[in-house]
């Protein structure tokens, strides 16, 4: 049902990016910035004004759903950040590595699933509602 092997008993899951919606904040912070660049830039050239896209820091439903899952499968979990605010946490597919956890999931928002794999990725998924649905 959770798309691991029945040996995993304990779930890490990385904070920014992968279940909360980090990504909204920094798209909000670009926007800001990059529409009035983009305004002054359509006003000296004649060139039609285009706002900056945010369509890049859209939320994550599937893996919001999947972190009830360990719950009710009755895993034990943990939340981990890899942000320079968080220092004190071990996080991170090379820290699960080294760690010796079983099976380590790599969750890939901007293409970077082969690097995933070279720092210790068991698999990698784009949402970890993927999981679920290669039973």
């Known amino acids: 049902?959770?798309?691991?092997?029945d040996s995993v008993r304990?779930?890490?899951f990385d904070l920014a990016g992968v279940i909360t919606q980090t990504a909204k904040v920094h798209g909000a912070a670009w926007k800001e910035m990059f529409d009035g660049y983009l305004r002054e830039h359509a006003q000296q050239t004649g060139q039609p004004f285009v706002p900056f896209s945010t369509a890049d820091y859209e939320a994550y439903p599937g893996s919001v759903r999947y972190l009830k899952a360990p719950r009710d499968a009755?895993?034990?979990?943990?939340?981990?950040?890899?942000?320079?605010?968080c220092h004190d946490v071990l996080v991170g597919v090379a820290a699960g590595r080294a760690g010796g956890f079983g099976f380590v999931v790599g969750v890939d928002r901007v293409g970077q699933a082969e690097a995933l794999?070279?720092?210790?990725a068991d698999i990698v998924v784009s949402d970890?509602?993927?999981?679920?649905?290669?039973q």
């Open 10 to 12: 304990r779930c890490l």
């Open 74 to 85: 009755g895993l034990r979990r943990a939340v981990v950040s890899s942000s320079a605010n």
């Open 1 to 5: 049902m959770l798309g691991l092997p």
């Open 128 to 134: 970890l509602a993927e999981l679920t649905e290669q």
């Open 117 to 120: 794999k070279e720092h210790g």
